[in-house]
C-alpha cells in the first residue's frame, strides 16, 4: 500500500530558486498538511487543506505556498528559497471526519538551501 | 505557553521497565489526542489515539487522558531497546482539523 508519497526525498537548493515539493496521497483522505520539522522545534504546520479546492495557513506560512487542486495531490512550493527553509517536510493526511483525525506521514523531504 | 509541551529527554529506561511519557496541553477545547513514534531519520506513525477520560490499552502502550488537569501521558511496559525512539504528542482542537504537535520526548531503553 501507497499510503502518501513524497518527492524527492532530498534535495539541495540554491538560495532564490523555487521548488515545488510533491505530496499525493491514494487514501481519499480529506485533509492534507505540510509540516516542517527542526531540531529543538518539533513539527510546525506550514499550511493545511480541509478538502479539495481550500487551503489555509498554519503557523509558519511565510515562504511557502500550496495548492489542492484534487484529493489526492498537495505539492509545497517556495517562490524563492532562503536558507532558514533548510528543513525536513513532512506530508500528512486525515479523514477528516468526526474525531478519527489522526494524521498519517509521508516519507518526508530533507530539503537544503545553500 | 506552548500549545502541546512535553520534556524532550532523553528519558533512559532499562529494558523491561515501564517507561512514562507526559505531555501537557493549553487549550481546554482540545479535543482529540495523539502519540506518535519517530525513529531517527524516518517520519512519525501513529501509535494510539485517545478522545475520552481515563485509559486506553493497546498492547505494551497505555494511553492515559485527563482533561481536566489538561495532559494526557503514554506508558510503554516490557521497554524494549526498538522502542528507543521520539515519541511526539499530539492534539486537535475541537471544531477543527489540524493537529498540532509537541516537540518530543526522546526514550532510550537501555538493553
Known amino acids: 500500500t501507497a499510503g502518501i508519497t513524497q518527492a524527492p526525498t532530498s534535495q539541495i537548493l540554491a538560495a532564490g530558486r523555487s521548488m515545488t515539493l510533491r505530496c499525493t496521497q491514494d487514501?481519499?483522505?480529506?485533509?492534507m498538511y505540510w509540516y516542517r520539522q527542526d531540531l529543538g522545534l518539533g513539527l510546525r504546520l506550514i499550511h493545511y487543506?480541509?478538502?479539495?479546492?481550500?487551503?489555509g495557513k498554519g503557523e509558519v506560512p511565510d515562504g511557502y505556498s500550496v495548492s489542492r487542486a484534487n484529493t489526492d495531490d498537495f505539492p509545497l512550493t517556495l517562490a524563492s528559497a532562503v536558507p532558514s527553509q533548510t528543513s525536513v517536510y513532512f506530508c500528512?493526511?486525515?479523514?477528516?471526519?468526526?474525531?478519527?483525525?489522526?494524521?498519517?506521514f509521508g516519507q518526508g523531504t530533507r530539503l537544503t538551501v545553500v | 505557553q506552548k500549545e502541546v509541551e512535553q520534556n524532550s529527554g532523553p528519558l533512559s529506561v532499562p529494558e523491561g521497565a515501564i517507561a512514562s511519557l507526559n505531555c501537557t496541553y493549553s487549550?481546554?477545547?482540545?479535543?482529540?489526542f495523539f502519540w506518535y513514534r519517530q525513529y531517527s531519520g524516518k517520519s512519525p506513525e501513529l501509535i494510539m489515539s485517545?478522545?475520552?477520560?481515563g485509559d486506553k490499552e493497546d498492547g505494551r502502550f497505555t494511553a492515559q487522558l485527563n482533561k481536566a488537569s489538561q495532559y494526557v501521558s503514554l506508558l510503554i511496559r516490557d521497554s524494549q531497546p526498538s522502542d528507543s525512539a521520539t515519541y511526539l504528542c499530539a492534539v486537535r482542537l475541537r471544531g477543527y482539523q489540524k493537529v498540532t504537535f509537541g516537540t518530543g520526548t526522546k526514550l532510550q531503553v537501555i538493553p
Open positions: 485517545i478522545y475520552s477520560n
Open positions: 487543506s480541509n478538502t479539495a479546492g481550500t487551503t
Open positions: 487549550d481546554r477545547v482540545s479535543q482529540s
Open positions: 487514501m481519499r483522505h480529506n485533509a
Open positions: 500528512a493526511s486525515s479523514e477528516g471526519q468526526g474525531q478519527n483525525t489522526e494524521a498519517f
